[in-house]
């Protein structure tokens, strides 16, 4: 091939290369947003039966098993060092007849049980539904407002000591798992809460932490008190029964107040 020839293809190899169009660029693959999967039904399911097991509160439950508010599930952590097995706690119940209690007794508190020393830490020995050990802490937050107040006994460095707390265990232990008693009888087949607190050092110290009374010597005139009195014993109130409150335990000369919270 000539020089001229050759120099005319390469011209035109050139020119055509400039002539050719550009490849577009491949275009992006669009993006797509994948909604979230849904919730398994069983995890929705599960979700709804919790809130509505958190909404339903129990009725008349003997006389502590009501829930708490989310406010007050966390006790007040002050001063719980000062605690000491033996010591006698109480508080106001959220229970149906906390109020009739209250009323009867003119006292503020309607609930009391005997602190102990647990496996995990403090419990608290108390005749609910049915008599157990409860932790201190769960005990506390259930009472209105996470109120309580702690009293000892006056002489207790001489009585409270380890052997001492451990027979209050021993014997305790005797009442756990049986039932509340509603209406308040003296005997030990049933058990309500100050009966178990006046039986327990009755038993182990030979000391009456609160007086014996009549069910007759308390107000029973307000109209709560007589309605809770009809519901549980109809038209025959035994009004000689004997009977401990938790007012009485309280204003005991035998204790004194070590905490108040």
């Known amino acids: 091939m000539s020089l001229a020839s050759r120099l005319s293809a390469s011209i035109c190899i050139v020119v055509l290369a400039a002539c050719s169009p550009a490849r577009p660029p491949a275009p992006e693959e669009a993006k797509v947003e994948r909604p979230a999967a849904p919730e398994p039904a069983d995890a929705v399911a599960h979700a709804g039966a919790a809130a509505h097991a958190r909404a339903e509160a129990p009725g008349d439950a003997p006389p502590d098993s009501a829930l708490s508010s989310?406010?007050?599930t966390a006790p007040a952590q002050a001063g719980m060092d000062q605690l000491q097995p033996g010591d006698i706690i109480f508080?106001?119940?959220r229970s149906a007849q906390s109020k009739a209690i209250q009323l009867a007794t003119k006292s503020p508190y309607s609930h009391v049980g005997v602190v102990e020393s647990g496996s995990d830490g403090l419990v608290i020995l108390e005749a609910v539904q049915p008599v157990k050990r409860t932790p201190v802490g769960e005990w506390i937050a259930r009472g209105i407002g996470g109120h309580f107040v702690v009293k000892r006994l006056r002489n207790a460095s001489e009585l409270l000591t380890p052997d001492a707390a451990l027979r209050l265990r021993t014997v305790g232990t005797r009442f756990?798992?049986?039932?509340?008693?509603?209406?308040?009888?003296?005997?030990?087949?049933?058990i309500y809460c100050?009966?178990?607190?006046?039986k327990?050092?009755?038993e182990v110290f030979g000391i009456?932490?609160?007086?014996?009374?009549?069910l007759r010597d308390f107000d029973l005139g307000d109209p709560v008190v007589k309605a809770k009195l009809i519901e549980r014993y109809g038209n025959s109130i035994p009004l000689d029964e004997p009977v401990v409150s938790p007012a009485g335990i309280f204003d005991s000369p035998a204790l004194i107040?070590?905490?108040e919270r």
Do not use: C, M, N
């Open 176 to 190: 756990i798992g049986k039932h509340y008693d509603t209406a308040f009888g003296w005997s030990d087949d049933r």
């Open 70 to 72: 989310p406010a007050e």
């Open 208 to 214: 009456e932490v609160g007086p014996i009374q009549r």
């Open 194 to 198: 100050s009966e178990l607190v006046y």
């Open 200 to 202: 327990l050092y009755h």
């Open 257 to 259: 107040t070590v905490l």
């Open 91 to 93: 508080h106001v119940s």
